[in-house]
């Protein structure tokens, strides 16, 4: 199995190790239930390396990308990011992913770790002939603190408070390294995610755990982060999206842009949406008896 750059610091700290989707990657480090709760009450860290790190770049970068995601790139400005889907040509999802516009004709992809090699294939096979160059970051590392303290205690790192916006990414100075901080989420809570090379993410793992010592910050697993993404109704890729379902049946059509032009899978969706559609997802409410 994979491992990520944090996998000493996992052990060292106890943690319950499991093979998730080729990494060997932390489940738990003491109960998937205070770790849930304290990213709902202080804040949480995650490593969260093994997501694929895949750049778009290129004088055709962002109209190659208009033809391929179900989203609107217009929506995302320079240092903005955008949540899209990737579809096949009967609109089924290959992988939902985030898309942040870096600089100038360069793009950030976030790519889930069951399917990056599938998605990079994908990508590369529908160039054509633009001028767009797809390129993953092998060694790309990346963090995630999250929790209603989270973005306090990350300012602790910072000269100045962060001003970053809602799914807004920057290039910042953190002591004394220089990563890309966005500021996403998958928990429903405040925070952000870090990307950067790995010695300077250990660095960063340390500071932050330092800051937040005295404050409840803990390291989080997988285990956490999928009651957390479950319970405010976040999708998982081979859970609520796949091959075999549209954006539409797993009930996230605001992803599709349908006005934008045309992109892989946008015909397939009209047609089944003009037909009507026998599936569809459904969520409970869970109104007592703890985390789901």
Known sequence: MKRTIFFEKHKTLGAKLVDFTGWEMPIQYTSIT???????????????THMGQVYVTGADAKTFLQSVITNDLERAGLGKGIYAHLLNDNGGVIDDI?????????????????????????????????????NEDPLGAALAIQGPDAIPLFNRLLDVPLSLERFG???????????????TGYTGED???????PDDLLHI???MMDAGKNGGLIPCGLGARDTLRTEVAYPLYGHELDLNHTPYESGLSW??????????????????????????????????????
């Open 205 to 207: 793992w340390d500071w």
């Open 34 to 48: 205070e770790e849930h709760n304290a990213v709902r009450n202080r804040a949480g860290l995650f490593d969260i």
């Open 169 to 183: 990414i920057q290039k910042l100075k953190v002591r004394e390294v220089f990563p890309w901080v966005s500021r």
């Open 255 to 292: 992803v599709v842009k349908l006005n934008k032009g045309n992109f892989i899978g946008r015909d397939a969706l009209l047609r089944k949406k003009s037909d009507g559609f026998k599936t569809g997802l459904f969520g409970f409410k869970v109104e007592s008896g703890g985390i789901a």
């Open 191 to 197: 925070g952000v995610e870090i990307f950067g090379q």
């Open 98 to 134: 985030f898309v942040y516009h870096l600089e100038e004709n360069r793009f950030l992809l976030i790519v889930n770790a069951s399917r990056r090699d599938e998605d990079i294939q994908w990508l590369t096979d529908h160039r054509n002939n633009l001028n767009v160059k797809i």
